[in-house]
Protein backbone atom coordinates (compact mmCIF):
# COMPACT_ATOMS: atom_id res chain seq x y z
CA UNK A 1 0.00 0.00 0.00
CA UNK A 2 1.01 3.12 -0.73
CA UNK A 3 1.78 5.92 2.31
CA UNK A 4 0.68 9.62 2.45
CA UNK A 5 2.55 11.54 -0.10
CA UNK A 6 2.55 15.20 0.06
CA UNK A 7 4.03 18.11 -3.15
CA UNK A 8 5.51 19.94 -3.33
CA UNK A 9 8.05 19.39 -0.71
CA UNK A 10 9.48 22.79 -0.72
CA UNK A 11 8.13 25.58 -2.01
CA UNK A 12 8.93 30.06 -1.38
CA UNK A 13 6.37 32.51 -1.81
CA UNK A 14 5.63 36.34 -1.34
CA UNK A 15 4.02 38.36 1.05
CA UNK A 16 -0.01 38.58 -0.13
CA UNK A 17 0.49 35.52 -2.94
CA UNK A 18 -1.29 32.53 -2.54
CA UNK A 19 -0.45 28.74 -2.67
CA UNK A 20 -1.83 25.65 -2.72
CA UNK A 21 -0.91 22.37 -1.35
CA UNK A 22 -1.58 18.55 -2.17
CA UNK A 23 -1.72 15.77 -0.70
CA UNK A 24 -2.45 11.95 -1.52
CA UNK A 25 -3.81 10.10 1.56
CA UNK A 26 -3.09 6.23 2.11
CA UNK A 27 -4.87 3.53 0.42
CA UNK A 28 -8.12 2.88 2.36
CA UNK A 29 -8.05 6.37 4.06
CA UNK A 30 -11.41 8.82 4.29
CA UNK A 31 -10.03 11.06 6.46
CA UNK A 32 -7.39 13.93 5.79
CA UNK A 33 -6.32 16.08 8.74
CA UNK A 34 -4.07 19.40 7.98
CA UNK A 35 -1.35 20.48 10.69
CA UNK A 36 0.88 23.11 10.56
CA UNK A 37 4.32 23.12 12.48
CA UNK A 38 6.07 26.26 12.64
CA UNK A 39 10.40 25.97 13.17
CA UNK A 40 10.70 24.51 16.65
CA UNK A 41 7.06 24.01 17.15
CA UNK A 42 4.98 21.22 17.33
CA UNK A 43 2.67 20.85 15.00
CA UNK A 44 -1.02 22.76 14.99
CA UNK A 45 -4.06 21.46 13.48
CA UNK A 46 -5.68 23.29 11.01
CA UNK A 47 -8.66 21.73 9.83
CA UNK A 48 -10.00 18.00 8.85
CA UNK A 49 -12.01 16.46 6.01
CA UNK A 50 -14.10 13.43 5.83
CA UNK A 51 -16.00 12.31 2.68
CA UNK A 52 -15.07 15.58 1.23
CA UNK A 53 -16.62 17.62 4.09
CA UNK A 54 -14.68 19.83 6.49
CA UNK A 55 -15.01 18.15 10.04
CA UNK A 56 -13.47 20.41 12.40
CA UNK A 57 -11.33 23.54 12.51
CA UNK A 58 -8.31 24.52 14.70
CA UNK A 59 -7.72 27.78 15.38
CA UNK A 60 -6.56 29.54 11.63
CA UNK A 61 -8.37 32.70 9.78
CA UNK A 62 -10.31 31.80 7.25
CA UNK A 63 -7.73 32.54 4.70
CA UNK A 64 -6.56 28.89 5.02
CA UNK A 65 -9.48 26.84 3.38
CA UNK A 66 -9.34 23.33 2.28
CA UNK A 67 -11.25 20.76 -0.26
CA UNK A 68 -11.15 17.08 -0.33
CA UNK A 69 -12.09 14.89 -3.93
CA UNK A 70 -14.03 12.01 -4.22
CA UNK A 71 -10.52 9.64 -4.43
CA UNK A 72 -10.16 11.43 -0.82
CA UNK A 73 -7.19 13.09 -1.69
CA UNK A 74 -6.99 16.78 -0.25
CA UNK A 75 -5.56 20.62 -1.17
CA UNK A 76 -5.03 23.21 1.61
CA UNK A 77 -5.00 26.77 -0.16
CA UNK A 78 -3.73 30.01 1.81
CA UNK A 79 -4.51 33.11 0.22
CA UNK A 80 -3.27 36.79 1.07
CA UNK A 81 0.46 35.14 2.84
CA UNK A 82 2.00 35.87 5.44
CA UNK A 83 5.62 35.78 6.96
CA UNK A 84 4.29 33.91 10.00
CA UNK A 85 2.66 31.27 7.23
CA UNK A 86 6.06 30.15 7.18
CA UNK A 87 6.11 26.24 8.14
CA UNK A 88 5.86 22.83 7.38
CA UNK A 89 2.58 22.07 6.66
CA UNK A 90 1.50 18.03 7.39
CA UNK A 91 -1.10 16.09 6.17
CA UNK A 92 -2.25 12.80 8.12
CA UNK A 93 -4.97 10.51 6.95
CA UNK A 94 -6.47 8.02 9.09
CA UNK A 95 -9.77 5.64 8.62
CA UNK A 96 -11.84 7.24 11.12
CA UNK A 97 -14.53 9.56 10.87
CA UNK A 98 -13.77 12.12 14.97
CA UNK A 99 -12.62 9.53 16.37
CA UNK A 100 -9.49 8.94 16.66
CA UNK A 101 -7.86 6.62 14.07
CA UNK A 102 -4.19 6.01 13.83
CA UNK A 103 -2.85 9.18 11.83
CA UNK A 104 -0.42 8.35 8.68
CA UNK A 105 1.15 11.73 8.28
CA UNK A 106 3.03 12.66 4.72
CA UNK A 107 6.61 14.35 5.13
CA UNK A 108 5.28 17.39 4.57
CA UNK A 109 5.54 20.28 2.38
CA UNK A 110 8.16 23.38 3.75
CA UNK A 111 6.39 26.86 2.64
CA UNK A 112 9.04 29.80 3.33
CA UNK A 113 7.28 33.30 2.67
CA UNK A 114 9.75 36.12 1.75
CA UNK B 1 -9.34 23.36 26.74
CA UNK B 2 -6.60 20.58 26.27
CA UNK B 3 -2.61 20.35 25.81
CA UNK B 4 0.89 19.19 26.65
CA UNK B 5 3.66 20.47 28.29
CA UNK B 6 7.03 18.69 27.34
CA UNK B 7 9.67 19.86 29.66
CA UNK B 8 13.00 18.92 28.42
CA UNK B 9 13.83 20.63 25.30
CA UNK B 10 17.00 18.83 24.66
CA UNK B 11 18.39 16.17 25.82
CA UNK B 12 21.46 14.23 25.22
CA UNK B 13 22.16 10.80 26.30
CA UNK B 14 24.87 8.34 25.45
CA UNK B 15 24.16 5.13 23.27
CA UNK B 16 23.16 2.27 25.48
CA UNK B 17 22.04 4.21 28.26
CA UNK B 18 18.58 4.29 29.42
CA UNK B 19 15.98 7.36 28.12
CA UNK B 20 12.52 8.98 29.55
CA UNK B 21 11.04 11.74 27.97
CA UNK B 22 8.34 13.33 29.79
CA UNK B 23 5.18 14.41 29.15
CA UNK B 24 2.15 16.18 31.09
CA UNK B 25 -1.13 16.42 29.68
CA UNK B 26 -4.12 18.50 30.59
CA UNK B 27 -7.65 17.35 29.33
CA UNK B 28 -11.04 17.18 31.68
CA UNK B 29 -12.19 13.90 29.70
CA UNK B 30 -10.37 10.59 29.68
CA UNK B 31 -7.12 11.66 27.21
CA UNK B 32 -6.47 9.55 24.09
CA UNK B 33 -2.31 9.96 24.45
CA UNK B 34 0.41 9.44 21.38
CA UNK B 35 3.83 9.34 21.27
CA UNK B 36 5.42 10.35 17.92
CA UNK B 37 8.95 10.53 16.39
CA UNK B 38 10.48 13.23 13.58
CA UNK B 39 13.50 12.42 11.89
CA UNK B 40 15.19 15.33 10.32
CA UNK B 41 13.26 16.13 6.67
CA UNK B 42 10.82 13.21 7.38
CA UNK B 43 7.07 13.16 8.34
CA UNK B 44 5.42 12.07 11.93
CA UNK B 45 6.05 8.48 12.78
CA UNK B 46 3.43 6.80 15.58
CA UNK B 47 5.49 4.75 18.37
CA UNK B 48 3.11 4.04 20.51
CA UNK B 49 -0.67 5.13 21.65
CA UNK B 50 -3.02 4.54 25.02
CA UNK B 51 -6.72 5.03 24.69
CA UNK B 52 -7.87 2.82 27.52
CA UNK B 53 -6.70 -0.64 29.72
CA UNK B 54 -3.13 -1.17 30.63
CA UNK B 55 -1.43 1.74 31.31
CA UNK B 56 1.80 0.58 30.38
CA UNK B 57 2.06 0.11 26.74
CA UNK B 58 4.55 -0.95 24.43
CA UNK B 59 5.54 0.28 20.81
CA UNK B 60 7.64 0.02 18.19
CA UNK B 61 11.48 -0.12 17.78
CA UNK B 62 11.95 -0.92 21.99
CA UNK B 63 9.93 2.31 23.10
CA UNK B 64 7.47 1.95 26.04
CA UNK B 65 5.07 4.65 28.05
CA UNK B 66 3.54 4.62 31.20
CA UNK B 67 -0.32 6.23 31.70
CA UNK B 68 -0.79 7.89 34.73
CA UNK B 69 -3.70 9.41 35.60
CA UNK B 70 -2.85 10.88 39.03
CA UNK B 71 -0.03 12.92 37.78
CA UNK B 72 -1.42 13.58 34.26
CA UNK B 73 1.67 12.20 33.09
CA UNK B 74 2.55 9.84 29.63
CA UNK B 75 6.43 9.25 29.79
CA UNK B 76 8.16 7.41 26.88
CA UNK B 77 11.17 5.38 27.69
CA UNK B 78 13.48 3.08 26.26
CA UNK B 79 16.08 0.67 28.48
CA UNK B 80 19.05 1.17 26.18
CA UNK B 81 18.95 3.77 22.95
CA UNK B 82 20.79 3.62 19.66
CA UNK B 83 22.24 5.86 17.94
CA UNK B 84 19.35 5.88 15.26
CA UNK B 85 17.07 7.28 18.01
CA UNK B 86 18.16 10.57 17.60
CA UNK B 87 15.25 12.14 16.54
CA UNK B 88 12.53 14.49 17.65
CA UNK B 89 9.72 13.27 19.74
CA UNK B 90 6.22 14.24 20.23
CA UNK B 91 3.52 14.35 22.57
CA UNK B 92 0.12 14.48 21.82
CA UNK B 93 -3.65 14.31 23.32
CA UNK B 94 -6.67 13.80 21.99
CA UNK B 95 -10.13 12.41 22.87
CA UNK B 96 -13.04 10.16 20.84
CA UNK B 97 -15.01 12.40 18.90
CA UNK B 98 -12.69 14.90 19.00
CA UNK B 99 -11.39 15.62 15.48
CA UNK B 100 -7.59 16.81 16.79
CA UNK B 101 -4.63 16.16 18.18
CA UNK B 102 -3.03 18.49 20.21
CA UNK B 103 1.02 18.53 20.58
CA UNK B 104 3.55 19.28 22.73
CA UNK B 105 6.53 21.29 21.45
CA UNK B 106 8.96 18.83 21.23
CA UNK B 107 12.06 17.10 22.89
CA UNK B 108 15.27 16.78 20.56
CA UNK B 109 16.95 13.81 21.47
CA UNK B 110 20.54 13.72 20.71
CA UNK B 111 23.12 10.47 20.98
CA UNK B 112 26.43 10.55 22.25
CA UNK B 113 28.86 7.60 21.21
Known amino acids: ETGVTQSPTHLIKTRGQQVTLRCSSQSGHNTVSWYQQALGQGPQFIFQYYREEENGRGNFPPRFSGLQFPNYSSELNVNALELDDSALYLCASSFARGGLGELFFGEGSRLTVL | AQSVTQPDIHITVSEGASLELRCNYSYGATPYLFWYVQSPGQGLQLLLKYFSGDTLVQGIKGFEAEFKRSQSSFNLRKPSVHWSDAAEYFC???????????FGTGTRLTIIP
Open chain 2, 92 to 102: AVGALGNEKLT
